[in-house]
């Protein structure tokens, strides 16, 4: 079993109650995410007050709505801070490419992009090739790849295994619009990898999964709440920052404070799901307390709501999930990213009396469509790398690096996080915006918001070369 981060273990909750704040197993213990105003996370060590223990508020009164995305972060200095100034117009000259396919893009798209995680002033890389752990940008600059898009990219770039099967499955043809033979290889490892999946359906990606997910829990229990949590991300239309997406999927959200074991109160008989992700992803890699997981699984069971674990970032983090770690078994598990092989993919499992309700052949089927659910290529992919190059050797080799990689920065980095998933919150956004500016000049790429998920073609050197380069950014 993988040991705690040291640092996160010096980080209390001053609001959880302490023995609910005792981790059981070995999972890092509770971090402040500290989501703030800021789209970047911090880490508050000591000075969280009172009020931030206010445990809940339902969605439907919310007034402070969103207007942010996820992981947009100004670069843009407001303090007139001169080192950014400066790293940002070295970042202007050295990549003219970039700058000129991001301005003919906005011709077309809104802000030049369509996927709000990827936008950074002033603007992005255009990424143009990609291989191993190695990727190229638009004006010919080289980097290490420490984003493995946003935990996507676990096998790499190229990983010849599932290069191979994509290519043989491209020969006998894409759009069959029937059953391949492909999905059974990939139903099959994803039900003996997690236990609590009996039965699994796929979908095209981890947002369409969780609405599914909650879906069915709204139709089989007939109830209509779902409890979430402060700075969840569960998909576009399921945001929960400081309040909810004003383009969130309409349901009543109730909104509680994450590893804040009180929320349990909030299940009621009006409840149909509790959603949680087991650590927060985008929410700042902040592991989940165990003892908070825990109560959300008791409050769940004794009042008739079911439990879905969003494992769409977490499930690479052990064989069956960060719940065979936490030994929680959810009624539901939603899925995504790297299990597609790296290709568009999502897909929603569990209790076998649940799914059984979407077999075609009952009178009271539930309908679930979608014309890419079986996509030859995702299947053919996803089956390669869960059957031939996935092991759990290789997980917890990358867990090892990602350890080594908390261990090794910086204090001021505050890394956070389990295993191969690591979250930077340097404190000050305009000091973590030049620092990533000075990592990309030294051959690094993350994301600016501090988001790391490391893939199987790294090493233990490259980790080091990071750290180390990190540290030089920091002093
Ligand atoms: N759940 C979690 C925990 C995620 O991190 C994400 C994506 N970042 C999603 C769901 C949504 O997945 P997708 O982007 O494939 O819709």
Redesign the pocket.
């Known amino acids: 079993m993988l040991e705690p981060d040291a640092r996160a273990a010096d980080l209390g909750d001053p609001c959880a109650d302490d023995d609910l704040a005792r981790p059981e197993r070995d999972l890092p213990p509770v971090v402040d995410g500290g989501v703030g105003d800021d789209v970047r996370p911090r880490v508050e060590v000591a000075d969280r007050g009172p009020e931030r223990c206010i445990p809940c508020f339902v969605a439907v009164d919310v007034i402070d709505r969103m207007v942010e995305m996820p992981e947009s972060v100004e670069v843009v200095p407001a303090r007139g801070d001169a080192e950014l100034v400066h790293a940002v117009e070295r970042y202007v000259q050295r990549n003219p490419e970039s700058k000129r396919l991001h301005e003919a893009r906005a011709q077309f798209m809104p802000g030049g992009n369509t996927r709000s995680v990827l936008h950074v002033e002033p603007f992005p890389l255009t990424i143009v090739r990609a291989e191993g752990a190695q990727i190229w940008d638009a004006d010919g600059h080289e980097y290490l790849d420490f984003l493995g898009e946003?935990?996507a990219g676990l096998y790499g770039h190229s990983n010849p295994v599932i290069l191979d099967a994509i290519r043989a499955a491209l020969d006998d043809g894409i759009v069959l619009g029937a059953p391949n033979r492909y999905e059974l290889t990939l139903a099959e490892a994803l039900c003996s990898r997690f236990p609590s999946i009996d039965l699994v359906r796929f979908c095209n990606?981890?947002?369409?999964a969780?609405v599914m997910a909650i879906s069915l829990a709204r139709a089989v229990t007939g109830r209509s709440k779902i409890l979430v949590f402060d700075g969840a991300?569960?998909?576009?239309v399921l945001y929960f920052r400081h309040g909810e997406s004003p383009l969130n999927y309409p349901a009543p959200f109730v909104i509680a404070e994450y590893n804040d074991a009180s929320a349990a109160h909030l299940v009621d008989e009006d409840t149909a799901a509790v959603l949680v992700?087991p650590m927060l992803?985008?929410g700042g890699v902040i592991p989940g307390d165990p003892a908070f997981l825990r109560a959300m699984r008791d409050a769940a069971s004794e009042r008739g709501a079911l439990l879905i674990f969003?494992e769409?970032?977490t499930s690479r983090l052990a064989w069956g999930g960060l719940q065979e770690v936490l030994g929680i078994t959810p009624d539901l598990t939603?899925l995504?990213?790297y299990i597609g092989g790296g290709l568009a993919f999502?897909a929603f499992g569990g209790r076998r009396d649940l799914m059984e309700r979407f077999d075609p052949s009952r009178p009271d089927a539930l309908q679930h469509a979608g014309t890419f659910n079986n996509a030859v290529l995702t299947m053919a992919a996803g089956a390669a790398g869960l059957t031939k190059v996935l092991t759990r050797d290789a997980i917890a080799r990358l867990n090892a690096l990602g350890d080594r990689l908390r261990e090794r920065l910086p204090d001021e980095a505050h890394a956070t996080g389990y295993g191969s998933m690591v979250g930077l919150h340097v404190e000050d956004d305009e000091r973590a915006s030049r620092v990533h500016l000075g990592m990309l000049e030294r051959g690094y790429s993350y994301a600016r918001r501090g988001f790391v998920a490391l893939s199987l073609p790294l090493t233990q050197d490259d980790v080091d070369g990071f750290a180390d380069a990190l540290a030089a950014e920091l002093s």
């Open positions: 946003f935990t990606s981890g947002t369409e969780n991300y569960h998909g576009g992700e992803g985008s969003d769409v970032m939603t995504g990213k999502g």
